[in-house]
């Protein structure tokens, strides 16, 4: 089965269920969506419904397309949606993929969703896929997601220098991170075990 079918399954643990999205998800994310600190660093700025209306059908679209496989984060603590998060630029062939797209809501951050979040997805990505390498990216000023990359294991590889236009127009410089295969182990292991980590805003 190709990565698009299997990426479509419903991931869980105790803390969090990640579930790909669909049209019905549409106001529950809303709901969560419209705090400006969520977009501050993302490549995208949701300020009015119309924003949103338009990243979401994006969503969709990406998913639909196989472009990448977007979830719908749900806390299981108070049943409630909390945020999104995505497998992107799956590179099959290559054995590679991204993680991100991640945002979660104001009453979500803090509460180390986020760590159990990339847990199932790097758990999916390494043991279920059998990715060689997964990589992550953020902007080089969002020191709370670079923060957060490095507590969950992953490694800092570099600065791609003006990489891409950001809300406002200014240029981004986007740091790359990744985690092996080969270091997965030992990485899943700090995760299931380590203290609760700093939680991003948003990484993408």
Excluded at 73 to 90: P, Q, W, Y
Excluded at 140 to 169: D, H, K, V, W, Y
């Amino acid at each position: 089965m190709s990565w698009i079918v299997l990426g479509h399954r419903v991931l869980e643990n105790d803390h969090v269920r990640l579930q790909p999205i669909s049209v019905g998800d549409r106001e529950a994310l809303h709901a969560v969506a419209m705090d400006p600190e969520i977009w501050r660093y993302f490549v995208t700025m949701i300020e009015t419904r119309a924003d949103f209306d338009e990243f979401f059908d994006a969503c969709l679209d990406d998913d639909c397309e196989g472009r990448r496989v977007v979830y719908v984060i749900t806390d299981k603590a108070s049943g409630r949606v909390a945020g999104s998060m995505s497998l992107g630029n799956l590179a099959e062939s290559d054995a590679r993929l991204e993680i991100g797209w991640s945002w979660l809501g104001r009453d979500f951050r803090g509460a180390g969703l986020n760590r159990w979040a990339k847990l199932l997805l790097l758990e999916h990505a390494f043991e279920t896929l059998g990715a060689h390498r997964v990589e992550f990216k953020t902007d080089q000023l969002n020191m709370r997601a670079r923060s957060a990359l490095r507590n969950i294991g992953a490694t800092e590889e570099g600065t791609l220098r003006s990489f891409n236009f950001m809300p406002g127009g200014r240029r981004r410089d986007a740091v790359y991170y990744s985690i092996l295969a080969v270091e997965w182990a030992p990485i899943r292991q700090v995760l299931m075990t380590h203290p609760k980590v700093e939680p991003a805003i948003s990484s993408r």
